[in-house]
Every structure is written in C-alpha cells, then in structure tokens.
C-alpha cells in the first residue's frame, strides 16, 4: 500500500517515513536500511516542528515502542540513523 502512495504522491513525505517501518515488520532489514539511508539527511518539511527525516524515523520508533509494538531491529536502525 505504501509503494502505491508513493507512487500517487511522489511529494507526500509521510509515505518515505513509513516505508522502511514496513519492511522492518515484514523482516526485510537490508530494504529498510537503504531507505534509512538515503532519507535520514534530507530535510522534512511536513511538519515545521521537525527537521529531518532521521528526527522523524526515530521518533515513530520511539511512539511504536511506547505503545508496547517491538521489533528486533529498532536498536539497529537507531545506531544506523546515529552514526555519522
């Protein structure tokens, strides 16, 4: 669903912040990381409160593990965004 978005709205940032979690629960680590990577840097410019795709990612991280929805690699895709 979330490639269709994409597809119908190349400029919804909301789509690029969901799709690497949707890999993550479908276990595909490797497909996330590349998006991780390729969008952790670039400004994010839906909402003015945040400044990057990285604070946004971390943060829906953060909301997901508050409400008890885990997955094995969060700790990998925190040091991921966090490395410079």
Same mark, same amino acid.
């Given at each position: 669903?979330?490639?269709? +978005? =994409?597809? +119908?709205? !190349? $400029? +919804?940032q909301?789509s690029?912040? %969901? *799709?690497? #979690?949707?890999?993550?629960?479908n276990n595909?680590?490797?497909e996330?990381? @590349? /998006?991780? *990577? %390729?969008?952790?840097?670039?400004?994010? &410019?839906?909402?003015?409160?945040? &400044?990057?795709?990285k604070k946004?990612?971390?943060?829906? =991280?953060q909301?997901? $593990?508050? @409400?008890? =929805?885990?997955?094995?690699?969060?700790?990998? /895709? !925190?040091? #991921? *965004?966090? $490395?410079?």
């Open positions: 669903m979330i490639l269709f +978005a =994409i597809k +119908a709205d !190349k $400029e +919804a909301i690029y912040t %969901n *799709l690497p #979690l949707c890999f993550l629960f595909e680590f490797e996330a990381k @590349k /998006v991780y *990577l %390729n969008f952790k840097d670039k400004p994010y &410019t839906d909402d003015r409160e945040k &400044t990057t795709f946004v990612f971390l943060e829906d =991280i909301n997901l $593990e508050g @409400k008890g =929805i885990t997955h094995p690699d969060f700790a990998k /895709v !925190k040091k #991921l *965004l966090n $490395e410079k």
